[in-house]
């Protein structure tokens, strides 16, 4: 078998180039658009699936040195979308954001538990379950690949691989159903939306050098904040802290601390900075697994997803609808909350528009529903995924 190896330099290149060829690809396939799949998601998939199967015949394996640079990126990421946690933009949402927060982490302990549950049934390792649950579903392929390795070293075999997967199907489905769904609610209720454009036209953001130089600064700062708070959590006993969670709550109180003070962040900055860190450490994380592992569980895996996306669409016609208020702004957030509860960011933009487009404008729905619901989503989420494996899995009796 021919053997190549990439170091570091060369495998971040290679990353970037996964990236932007996705991007050239989603321009020109009107099925990614649609769905809202990420464009580095499409060509790490298929990067990975081909080497997966030359390796598999025996013909060429690569490898790729991607460990530091992968850990560097996922934490900033992560760091980024701490600083954007500010307390007072919170306190503007009023009561509805408490009725949005009830469903986010309802959500969250409702695909858990059944993840898992279904995984033990069908004679999977729990983390596996856990995986297909919240991790992948309300995380998304980024979160997936950042925790579910820790599954692995708990004897979660393939866990990585059946997370992502999961992810990536779950971006398709959340756009099939969350329109339709939401529509059901909003003719059995006879609900109506603001007769008026959508939003005001949005607002363009120059690049200065100095503000987005003090942005980064202000990320790495977070995150050097963070690996400190990282330090004291591994005091805790029976608790696995992951070393990105520390930094998300590095930036979470160093925000609060700046609003606090008066200090302005500029959080369009710190979103491009983040994105940016995001498509690299998807493209590393894409490129080196084996999606041809997927087949060993093909029959479970199918099982759970299907499970998983059937009973998301209750929850949020039943649950979701009713803690937002039981209107037609509720029935909006039904078609996010799908869109974020099955796929990612996107999702949740792209379901909302469609249904308000037919119906009517929704000012809660569209303005504060998405950056509040994804803001507990994900800090709650990857928090809680990571903290519960440990002691879900001594609990259950699996550690390896």
Not at 65 to 73: H, I, M, N
């Amino acid at each position: 078998m021919l053997e190549i190896s990439f170091d570091v330099m060369q495998s971040a290149a290679i990353a970037a180039l996964v990236a932007m060829v996705g991007r050239a690809v989603v321009k020109r396939v009107k099925f990614f658009q649609t769905y809202c799949v990420p464009g580095v998601v499409v060509a790490g998939l298929v990067v990975s699936f081909v080497l997966g199967i030359l390796r598999g015949f025996g013909v060429l394996q690569v490898e790729f040195d991607v460990a530091v640079l992968k850990e560097w990126f996922m934490d900033i990421f992560f760091t980024g979308v701490g600083l954007t946690a500010s307390w007072k933009l919170i306190k503007q949402g009023g009561r509805v954001c408490i009725g949005i927060a009830i469903a986010t982490i309802g959500l969250i302990l409702f695909q858990d538990v059944l993840g898992v549950a279904l995984a033990m049934v069908l004679g999977m390792h729990p983390l596996q379950g856990l995986g297909l649950g919240s991790l992948s579903l309300m995380g998304g392929v980024g979160t997936s690949s950042a925790i579910a390795p820790t599954y692995e070293a708990l004897g979660a075999t393939d866990a990585t691989v059946l997370a992502v997967m999961c992810a990536t199907f779950g971006m398709v489905f959340a756009s099939l159903t969350g329109g339709p769904v939401a529509r059901m609610l909003i003719k059995r209720h006879n609900l109506h939306g603001e007769d008026r454009a959508e939003s005001e036209k949005e607002e363009v953001f120059p690049l200065n050098n100095k503000n987005l130089l003090g942005s980064v600064c202000l990320i790495i700062i977070a995150a050097g904040l963070g690996s400190y708070i990282k330090d004291l959590a591994d005091q805790i006993p029976m608790i696995e802290f992951p070393y990105f969670i520390g930094c998300m709550i590095g930036g979470i109180i160093l925000r609060n601390i700046l609003d606090v003070v008066r200090v302005e962040v500029r959080t369009e900055e710190l979103d491009a900075f983040g994105d940016i860190c995001l498509e690299i450490f998807l493209g590393m994380t894409m490129m080196t697994i084996d999606v041809t592992k997927l087949a060993d569980s093909f029959g479970p895996f199918v099982l759970i997803f299907a499970a998983q996306v059937i009973t998301t669409c209750i929850f949020c016609y039943i649950v979701t609808f009713r803690c937002c208020g039981s209107n037609y702004d509720a029935a909006v957030i039904v078609a996010g909350h799908i869109g974020m509860g099955l796929g990612n960011g996107p999702n949740t933009m792209a379901n909302e528009k469609a249904v308000m487009a037919e119906h009517g404008f929704s000012h809660i729905g569209w303005v504060i529903y998405p950056p509040f619901g994804l803001l507990v989503l994900d800090i709650v989420n990857p928090i809680f995924c990571s903290v519960i494996a440990e002691p879900l899995t001594k609990a259950l009796g699996y550690m390896p």
